[in-house]
């Protein structure tokens, strides 16, 4: 990095408050959704799969726009992508809490994921070039926006629907995300200068060695972490939480999730980004499965709690992780096209996810279907990871090594 460029680090780190609070809104609103649809279905009587259509339509939308919207974040530049995404995001939350049908609910939060898929890569682009050398630990934070957000949200969303109803925290939701909207697109902030922007292009992304596999494996380890958000409130309330135990269970979640997030970036960058990656995923596969054994009484509020939030810490940093990664293999001019390159292949098979669990429970139970639909994802996460770790160790080794040896 430049001697200007060290100059500007705390003015980059700090340029990051305004577009973080879009991220913090965001995930309120996004987590939430986990606890929306046991409330919603009392209002519109709806089946388990049906039901799953909410998050499935603002994944769906995410997954149609968002390479779209990494490659726009590379051509007219981050604030005004992120901005506009915001926006978007905010009439759809705010409609949502208007709606008087469930198809019209469903279809606000579509447009609500449009413009979610247009801020995130975005967002995960700017944080990336602003500090190259720790872009494992600004994805973290980044990252931990989402968490420490999925943190708040379930507890605002279960503390007003118990007063209120459910349309009364989308309607807080989606004023707050607005006002993000407004300061992210007014205030100054560090945009790189030296840097093409005519490079964007699918075809370039491609080339880049190690692209597919990492996207890949991000696609897989999605359903998991999106089946946990969708069902484990549901999960919960059926071990006899309340919806206030469940929404603390769920924070607890994300809180942890952020830290993890922020600590697991920092490792990465210091150490080998790849495993520490496959560490986590594999430890968090393990762990799911306990979480959600059936063993006849259950166990324990407390300990569920704290299996909340050790899952949280080792499970949450499986996508600030893979953007890492991602990020790593590309010029900074194609950044934003990378970075929503990948997270669209995981949003494709994600937006599956809820309705894939959802015929899963019907069929073999909520425990079991939960431990597949969980689990299973993030061991394979974890072993590509590893794989590919290993794959890249051997491609060090020079290639004289063995002649020598032979000798």
């Known amino acids: 990095m430049s001697t200007s460029s060290r100059l500007h680090r705390p003015w980059r780190v ?9 991220m ?34 603002y994944l769906g939308a995410m997954a149609l726009i968002m390479t779209l919207g990494g490659y726009i974040s590379d051509r007219i530049g981050r604030r005004k992508a992120m901005s506009s995404g915001i926006a978007v995001m905010a009439l759809g ?21 449009v413009g979610a898929g247009v801020y995130t890569p975005s967002l995960y682009a700017f944080a990336g070039e602003a500090l ?21 949200g379930p507890l605002i969303f279960g503390v007003l629907a118990a007063g209120y109803g459910w349309r009364v925290p989308l309607l807080v939701f989606g004023g707050l995300s607005l006002a993000s909207a407004a300061a992210i697109l007014i ?17 370039v992304i491609l080339r880049s060695k190690g692209i597919i596999p990492i996207a890949s494996a991000l696609a897989v380890v999605n359903i998991g972490f999106v089946s946990f958000t969708a069902w484990t409130p549901e999960f919960l309330v059926d071990r006899g939480f309340t ?36 560490s986590a995923s594999i430890i968090t596969a393990s762990l799911s499965i306990l979480y959600y054994l059936d063993l006849g009484g259950g166990f324990p509020i407390a300990a569920w709690m704290a299996l909340s939030a050790v899952i949280g810490f080792v499970s949450f940093a499986y996508w600030n992780l893979s953007i890492a990664a991602t990020q790593d293999l ?23 996810a809820p309705i894939i669990s959802g015929c899963l429970i019907g069929f073999i139970g909520m425990s079991y279907a939960l431990m597949a639909s969980i689990g299973l994802p993030y061991l394979v996460h974890g072993i ?13 080794i020079p290639r004289d090594v063995g002649l020598s040896s032979e000798e």
């Open 14 to 22: 700090r340029a990051l408050c305004f577009p973080l609070s879009g």
């Open 330 to 352: 590309v010029d900074s001019s194609v950044l934003g096209s990378a970075t929503g390159f990948a997270q669209n292949m995981a949003l494709i098979t994600a937006s599956a």
């Open 384 to 396: 590509v990871f590893a794989a590919y770790s290993r794959v890249t160790a051997l491609d060090e």
């Open 187 to 203: 205030t100054p902030y560090f945009e790189r200068r030296d840097v093409s922007r005519d490079k964007a292009s699918i075809k």
């Open 132 to 152: 190259p050398e720790n872009r494992g630990l600004m994805a973290g934070i980044t990252n931990s926006a989402y968490a420490f957000g999925g943190f708040l």
């Open 243 to 278: 919806i206030y135990e469940a929404g603390l269970a769920f924070g607890l979640y994300s809180l942890f999730g952020g830290l993890g997030s922020i600590v697991l970036g920092w490792l990465s960058d210091r150490f080998d980004r790849l495993r520490i990656t496959a």
């Open 24 to 57: 913090f809104c965001l995930s309120m609103f996004r987590i939430s959704i986990g606890v929306l649809i046991p409330e919603v279905s009392r209002d519109f009587p709806v089946r388990e799969v049906e039901a799953g259509l909410a998050l499935s339509a």
């Open 93 to 113: 939350i705010l409609l949502g809490g208007l709606s008087r049908s469930f198809e019209a609910l469903v279809a606000s939060i579509f447009i609500a994921g």
